[in-house]
């Protein structure tokens, strides 16, 4: 494999992107040429807002051929191009042989929760102090416990007294809270998402977990639940509040997380005609939010 090396302004990234797939370029991506530097812009918004700006200044772009000639051709017609002024030919380098499904793998590692409790990849052995063990690898949907919301619903599922109880996953993801539920004993789990890749990442964690439980678009939650998890954020779970409230039954649990330490009074507004929300974890600026029904 080669891959071709640009420099490309904002305003051509979009044109040399487009041309590198007409010329074949088997992948491309797009890295921010500033990157580590003073001059690094953030491209990332806050949770569910849009980023401030669509673009880097200068972009690296680097495009894939399978072979060093492809690669100097696509450059020489690049160059021809009037979209291309302004941009300019860093190189065409050998891309060396790579295991990349060692190396993918190599990024994922065992999560701990808890000291006993832990979520491993498949390619990994459990570590020796693991009594509870998810195994779970990265997939289409959100939930592998490296981000520090589902961590959070995770260890409040592990201190609490689960056990027996009637569990509603809202949000579910991978479904990584809800197996996590019937791994501390939860004796009956509905995991729901709006996105149907959820609903099937889910379905096969749960058979990889050897754990039953019910999962489907959200229609398929009805009733009241012991413990109500809804890992989503502070916009959505504020719009989700009186049904969210409503599957809480007495003496029941609702646990939020994807909410940000400043978005706490906001959240707690919108839940205060149901439910009186508190802050019961934190971590990496994100809070667990939780209440009790009496
Ligand atoms: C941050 S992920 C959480 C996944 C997993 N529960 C975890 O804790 O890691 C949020 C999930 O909520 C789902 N979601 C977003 N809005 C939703 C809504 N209104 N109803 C149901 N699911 C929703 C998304 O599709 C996504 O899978």
Known sequence: MFELVLLVPEAAVEPVSDALDALDALSTSVEDADALTPAEQALFGEPGMPPPKEGWQRSRVVALFPAEAAARDAADLLTAQDFFE?????????????????????????????????????????????????????????????????????????????????????????GILAIGAAKFGASEIVAVDIDPAAVESTRLNAAANHVALQTGLPELASGVFDLVLANILATPLKVLAPLLCAHVGRGGHLVMAGILARQADELREAYAPWLALEVSDEEDGWILMTAARA
């Open 86 to 174: 302004g941009c300019e030919v860093l190189g065409v380098q050998a891309v060396p042989e790579q295991d990349w499904v060692r190396l993918t793998q190599s990024q994922f590692a065992p999560v701990e929760i808890t000291p006993s409790f832990w979520i491993v990849p498949s390619w990994h052995e459990p570590p020796p102090a693991a009594q509870q063990v998810i195994r779970l690898d990265p997939g289409l949907a959100f939930g592998t416990g490296t981000h520090p919301t589902t961590r959070m619903c995770l260890r409040w599922t592990a201190s609490h007294p689960v056990a027996g109880q009637r569990v509603l996953d809202y949000g579910c993801g991978s």
